[in-house]
C-alpha cells in the first residue's frame, strides 16, 4: 500500500502547508501591544475622490497664479534685436543702414538695419551711440528725435524693429517642430509656442507639460486648465524659457497581478488615467485567478512610506468608483490572487518533493 500525502510530506520535510490553511481567531494577529502595521490603507470611496478632485483644482490655481505674473508687458528692445530708423526727408540717414541684397538672404542673416550691439547701443549719425536695451520703439523715437533736433528742424523720425532676435523660448519633446521661437512684439502663450512648433504629436503627454522657468519648473496640463476653468492662452512665456512636451511613455502606470495582461499602461492624449482605465488597457481581471476583492494602488510619496489604496471591485458601484479615482505617474496597480489559486500553486511547488517522497517510499518498501 502507497503511504498517504500526509507521510509523504512528513518524510520529505514538510509538515505545513503555506497557504493552505486559515488563521484561527489564536493565531489571528493583533496590534494592541505591538507597533501598527508600517503602511496604512485607504478606501476608495465618494469622498477619496472629491478629495483628489479639490487637490488636483488647487494644484492648478497655485500654478496659474504663479505663472501669470501681472501679464505680458510691451515688447522691450535687446541686444541682437534689429531697428529700422527712418528720418523723413532725410534719404541720406537710409546709406547707413544697409540695403537689402536682391538674392533672398539666410533665415539666420540678418536684415538691413541698424543692430543694438551685445552692450546694448545703436551707432546713429549725428546721435553717435545711444543706449537703447529695455526700451519701447516709442521711447528710441523719442531720443532720436531730441538729438537730431539739435542740427535739423522738427525731424520727424519713424523706428520699427525689423527683426526680433534677442528673446526666446526653446521648444522640446514630443511636437512636430522642436527648436527655438522668437518673442516678438505679440506676446506668446503656451498655446502660442506649441502651435508654432507645429502641434503636439500623437504620443504627447499634454497633461504635464514642463515649463522650466529661471530654475524653477512647472507641471502644466492643458486640460486641467480648462477643466478648473482657466484659459491656457492667459499664461505667457518670457525670454528664455524652455518648454517641453513629454511622452505618454514616460506617464505610464504599472500594471501587474491577476490580470489578463500585466502592463505598463498609458494615459491618453489629454494626460488622464484612472484606475479602470488601466485595468481596461491590460484586459481587466484574470476571470480564472483573480480575486476583485484585492485591487489595489500603490504610490509613491515624498514620505518614506508609500500610500496604498484598496477597493472591493465585486460591484458596478466600485467600478464607478474606479472610473473616477485618478492615478498617478509611476503608480502601480495590483489585483490579488484567490485562496485557490495560492493553493494551486503552492501545490505546484510540491509537487516534485511529493514525487521524490513517493519514489522513495516505494523503493524502501
Known amino acids: 500500500m502507497f503511504p498517504s500525502v500526509a507521510a509523504v510530506l512528513t518524510a520529505t520535510g514538510c509538515t505545513t502547508v503555506p497557504g493552505l490553511q486559515m488563521p484561527s481567531a489564536a493565531t489571528q494577529p493583533t496590534y494592541k501591544n505591538a507597533a501598527p502595521p508600517p503602511v496604512a490603507i485607504q478606501e476608495i470611496d465618494a469622498g477619496l475622490v472629491e478629495a483628489q478632485q479639490t487637490v488636483r483644482t488647487d494644484a492648478e490655481r497655485v500654478v496659474v497664479q504663479q505663472l501669470l505674473g501681472g501679464g505680458p508687458s510691451g515688447y522691450r528692445i535687446g541686444r541682437g534685436d534689429v531697428l529700422q530708423i527712418v528720418v523723413w526727408d532725410h534719404p541720406e540717414f537710409a546709406l547707413g543702414q544697409g540695403t537689402q541684397p536682391a538674392t533672398q538672404p539666410r533665415q539666420a542673416d540678418a536684415p538691413a538695419g541698424t543692430i543694438v550691439d551685445d552692450a546694448g547701443n545703436i551707432q546713429f549719425p549725428f546721435v553717435g551711440q545711444l543706449r537703447v536695451e529695455g526700451l519701447s520703439t516709442d521711447a528710441v523715437k523719442g531720443l532720436l528725435s531730441k538729438r537730431l533736433a539739435e542740427y535739423f528742424n522738427s525731424p520727424q523720425v519713424t523706428v520699427r524693429i ?15 517642430a522642436p527648436g527655438v521661437q522668437q518673442i516678438n512684439d505679440i506676446p506668446m502663450t503656451i498655446m502660442d509656442a506649441i502651435s508654432r512648433s507645429g502641434g503636439f ?21 492643458i486640460s486641467g486648465l480648462v477643466a478648473a476653468g482657466y484659459d491656457p492662452s492667459a499664461l505667457f512665456l518670457r525670454n528664455r524659457d524652455l518648454l517641453r512636451v513629454p511622452t505618454r511613455s514616460e506617464s505610464g502606470v504599472y500594471v501587474m497581478g491577476e490580470v489578463a495582461k500585466p502592463m505598463t499602461a498609458l494615459p491618453k492624449p489629454d494626460g488622464s488615467l484612472t484606475l479602470a482605465d488601466a485595468l481596461s488597457q491590460s484586459g481587466s481581471f484574470n476571470l480564472a485567478t483573480s480575486d476583485p476583492r484585492q485591487l489595489y494602488v500603490v504610490r509613491r510619496n515624498t514620505e518614506t512610506k508609500p500610500a496604498v489604496f ?14 473616477q479615482f485618478g492615478l498617478k505617474p509611476g503608480d502601480v496597480v495590483y489585483v490579488g490572487p484567490t485562496d485557490l489559486t495560492i493553493a494551486y500553486r503552492v501545490l505546484s511547488q510540491l509537487l516534485p518533493a511529493i514525487g521524490a517522497g513517493l519514489t522513495g517510499a516505494v523503493v524502501a518498501k
Do not use: N
Open 162 to 176: 525689423a527683426s526680433f532676435r534677442s528673446k526666446q523660448v526653446f521648444v522640446d519633446g514630443e511636437v512636430h
Open 201 to 221: 504629436t500623437a504620443d504627447a503627454d499634454q497633461g504635464r507639460v514642463l515649463l522650466t522657468r529661471g530654475g524653477q519648473r512647472y507641471i502644466v496640463s
Open 310 to 323: 484598496h477597493l472591493d471591485a465585486r460591484s458596478p458601484v466600485a467600478m464607478v468608483m474606479a472610473g
